[in-house]
């Protein structure tokens, strides 16, 4: 299974911009999946995660301007990006969650990410 974001680039603030990650495999395997963010200097951040039942938690510098979707029958997550601000501006990825069941009830996490996609908000 692999991931592949796309559809960063450059936009003015107030802009928008909807970023896209393919799943290479079925995207139904993933329990979570979302978009994190890194900005130079500073830590990975989730920025939007949704669950393989369609509930959605954002950052709270997002809500309102963020919406994640997943389209299981595409294989595809997206995340548009609304009234984009400077601070914005970060290198987004997509990850997953994927549950490995090794039977009589044990298991462990995998995780998966896409190559990082840079969004630049500037004028």
């Known amino acids: 299974v692999q991931l592949q974001a796309y559809g960063g680039g450059l936009v003015q603030p107030g802009g928008f911009l909807r970023l896209s990650c393919v799943v290479f495999?079925?995207?139904?395997?993933?329990?979570?999946m979302g978009w994190y963010r890194q900005s130079p200097g500073k830590q990975r951040e989730s920025v939007a995660v949704i669950r393989s039942g369609g509930s959605t938690n954002y950052e709270d510098s997002v809500k309102g301007r963020f919406t994640i979707s997943r389209d299981n029958a595409k294989n595809m997550m997206y995340l548009q990006m609304n009234s984009l601000k400077p601070e914005d501006t970060a290198v987004y990825y997509c990850?997953?969650?994927?549950?490995?069941?090794?039977?009589?009830?044990?298991?462990?996490?995998?995780?998966?990410w896409g190559q990082g996609t840079l969004v630049t908000v500037s004028s």
């Open positions: 990850h997953g969650t994927m549950w490995v069941d090794e039977g009589d009830g044990m298991g462990y996490t995998t995780h998966y």
């Open positions: 495999g079925s995207i139904s395997s993933f329990n979570n």
